[in-house]
């Protein structure tokens, strides 16, 4: 069981949570252990072993670890599919590659 202590939490996947506390979000496994403590100000969820988070009004991708593969950087990003993620920067759209 996960105790329950977050104002809300969504299935991932059959691995991971996203965890809210306030205005803020982080995710756990399965088990409930902490991946990353809620400090991401929105997420798009876990695709192909990332997941999108936007802190500091830039999106970046976490591992399944909590580390940042792509630092924050974008206005915007979408989740990798097939290697493919849409992003946005200085108002212009492109799509990263994996």
């Known amino acids: 069981m996960i105790s329950p202590i977050y104002d809300y939490i ?3 996947n059959e691995n991971f949570i996203t965890i809210q ?3 803020k ?6 088990n409930g252990k902490i ?3 809620p400090k991401f100000d929105d ?3 876990f695709y192909e072993n990332l997941i999108s988070v ?3 009004d830039k ?4 591992d ?4 940042f593969i792509i630092k924050p950087k974008f206005d915007y990003a979408g989740n990798f599919n097939e290697g493919l993620a849409d992003i946005k920067l200085n108002e212009k759209w492109g799509v990263y590659k994996q």
């Open 10 to 12: 969504s299935h991932l």
């Open 21 to 23: 506390i306030g205005n």
């Open 25 to 30: 979000y982080g995710f756990a496994d399965k």
């Open 35 to 37: 991946i990353t403590e």
């Open 43 to 45: 997420t798009n969820g």
């Open 54 to 56: 936007l802190i500091n």
């Open 59 to 62: 999106w970046g991708f976490i």
């Open 64 to 67: 399944t670890n909590g580390e």
